[in-house]
């Protein structure tokens, strides 16, 4: 009996350890850059809307709780005009620094989502959000759209807190 109060003694702190690490490498919380219709569902619209498709995306959580997250998908053109007035795009230059900085994928993440280049052809349309709109994920958000318009695939950067 005293070898099995020892295993035990032993073996519930070290499960319990191992279930709280497990729990810390997930985001428990929902919030997984990586589940793309999660992540249109939560800073673009929910429902995903029919006609939207191939959708990925990826990004990070900051240890203040707040995102960089980016998301490639195809659209209808039903879809575009509902989706510039959801926060308040502006037409901006493509050759802007600012938007090109913030569209491309930061080195760490450029496997998460093969072939990102949203200006590999010239007919793209270049937005820039009204800054500090809300969403379930942020209360400051702000993000850029790239619209390859022959495609219809839309890139899209959003951070926030």
Do not use: K
Request: net charge negative; aromatic share 10%; charged share 20%.
């Amino acid at each position: 009996m005293g070898r099995l109060t020892w295993w035990a003694r032993v073996t519930v702190p070290l499960l319990l350890c191992l279930a709280l690490l497990t729990a810390c490498g997930n985001n428990s919380d929902g919030r997984d850059p990586r589940d793309a219709e999660g992540m249109f569902q939560a800073l673009i619209t929910e429902p995903v809307p029919a006609g939207v498709r191939d959708l990925v995306s990826t990004g990070y959580i900051t240890q203040n709780d707040g995102h960089n997250v980016y998301l490639r998908f195809v659209t209808t053109l039903n879809f575009l005009e509902p989706l510039l007035d959801r926060y308040a795009y502006d037409e901006i230059a493509c050759d802007d620094e600012q938007l090109q900085g913030r569209i491309t994928l930061p080195q760490e993440l450029q496997d998460d989502i093969p072939d990102w280049r949203p200006f590999v052809t010239a007919d793209t349309r270049c937005y820039v959000s009204a800054p500090n709109y809300t969403n379930p994920w942020t209360n400051t958000g702000n993000s850029v759209l790239v619209i390859r318009t022959n495609a219809l695939t839309v890139y899209f950067n959003e951070t926030g807190q």
